[in-house]
């Protein structure tokens, strides 16, 4: 789908389930960014880093958090294949995931958009390894895409007990995600 080069950086509000902002700063094969946002009364901070290989399957994410309850780091690594570890472990339960998606980061739903061919009307299946905001616990999501025109997606998680339609710029980053988060920059 993306028509146009990821730009420098990208900035988003939140705005809903959470309030807060997010930025990140994409790179040649790598997303590097940061959330500080409060969920129900609490506060966090979580850092990213992910590579990517050239066909947009998630290789490794570095992430960390800070919280009143302190701080924590996760590293995930990934074959490629849908095999991946979870601070060296192998997480067996996590394989056939290509993709990661951070609870508390709009920008990691590009990657399916990058990484799947996605004709208008079909419904395509997009599970990814999970990482949440508080603890950084890791499930796995199913969540499926389909594609309404060139940038507009009905977007499904949790069994379709979520669903959102989700507005794109033209290199495949979010600019509405209703309830969720709204593109500033």
């Known amino acids: 789908m993306p028509d146009v080069p990821l730009p420098a950086f990208a900035a988003w ?9 997010e930025v990140v700063y994409p790179g040649a094969r790598r997303l590097r960014g940061s959330t500080s946002a409060v969920e129900d ?19 490794e994410v570095r992430v960390s958090s800070d919280t009143v309850a302190g701080q ?5 690594t990934a074959d490629g294949d849908g095999h991946w570890t979870v601070d060296g472990v192998p997480a067996p339960r996590l394989d056939g995931l290509v993709d990661v998606d951070l609870e508390s980061s709009a920008c990691t739903n590009t990657l399916p ?6 004709p208008a009307g079909e419904v395509v299946a997009a599970p990814a390894v999970y990482v949440r905001a508080l603890d950084l616990s890791v499930a796995r999501l199913d969540q499926t895409y389909r ?6 997606f009905d977007y499904t998680s949790e069994g379709g007990a979520f669903r959102a339609t989700l507005v794109y710029d033209d290199a495949g ?3 509405d995600y209703p309830g969720i988060a709204a593109r500033l920059a």
């Open 113 to 118: 958009i990058h990484r799947l061919e996605l």
């Open 72 to 76: 924590r780091s996760l590293v995930l």
């Open 173 to 175: 980053l979010i600019v």
């Open 41 to 59: 009364g609490r506060p966090y901070v979580v850092r990213y880093d992910i590579a990517l290989d050239d066909r947009w399957r998630t290789r």
């Open 13 to 21: 509000r939140f705005a809903g389930a959470v309030d807060g902002f």
């Open 147 to 152: 594609r309404l025109d060139g940038r507009t």
